[in-house]
């Protein structure tokens, strides 16, 4: 798979995933949610993005919706509980989330969910990830960004958009508390050049 990206100015050197300890912003939203946000936490991390693209075993899927078949606007691929990851800044970056968040989540961090944006037309709708036990627990979901930043909004559970954050070059985030209840997130289409980009959205056990 070929990969038409240009790495950021600060992106380039060598990959490390230092400790969060210190480096992590809380912002409070509401009804107990809240997100934790560490600009270029993976450092070197454009050197990771043709890693990943090609490493991953990318494919793309055909969903129902309103009676109809449409193609998921995305490439994507899933690594299950105890499933090896493909490149060894993940298992790096799992194994540090679990360290900072175990005690406060309460179990570790097991799988990971791989979404490749290749254009501004790729996207992903308004959602939280409520199926499994996020639908009735807080709980949390980490996102590391690789690659050219792209917009993750944010709204309360049907209201209007409260914010956004731009995500890439090794950015973290991770949303919180009653945060897949109450709020939503989406990655919107855009008609602006941007480059490609890839999330990887770590996850405890039966929370998707």
Not at 48 to 63: G, K, M
Not at 86 to 97: N, S
Not at 152 to 173: A, E, F, K, N, T
Not at 186 to 208: D, E, H, M, W
Request: proline share 6%.
């Amino acid at each position: 798979m070929s990969v038409d990206f240009q790495a950021g100015l600060f992106g380039a050197g060598a990959v490390e995933v230092p400790p969060l300890a210190g480096r992590v912003r809380r912002v409070a939203l509401s009804k107990g949610a809240w997100v934790d946000l560490v600009p270029g936490w993976v450092q070197g991390a454009d050197e990771v993005f043709p890693r990943l693209v090609e490493s991953i075993p990318w494919h793309a899927e055909r969903r129902e919706m309103y009676d109809r078949t449409v193609e998921v606007p995305r490439l994507l691929c899933m690594y299950g509980v105890g499933q090896q990851l493909p490149d060894p800044v993940l298992t790096r970056a799992r194994d540090e989330l679990n360290r900072y968040y175990a005690a406060e989540l309460g179990e570790e961090f097991v799988t990971a969910g791989c979404c490749y944006y290749r254009d501004g037309r790729d996207s992903v709708a308004w959602h939280g990830d409520r199926i499994g036990r996020s639908r009735t627990e807080d709980t949390m979901v980490a996102i590391v960004s690789f690659g050219s930043p792209r917009q993750l909004s944010l709204r309360p559970v049907g209201g209007r958009l409260h914010g956004s954050y731009p995500l890439g070059h090794g950015d973290l985030i991770v949303m919180g508390g009653s945060c897949q209840r109450t709020w939503e997130h989406a990655i919107l289409k855009t008609a602006r050049a941007v480059g490609p980009r890839i999330s990887v959205q770590f996850r405890p056990y039966n929370v998707f």
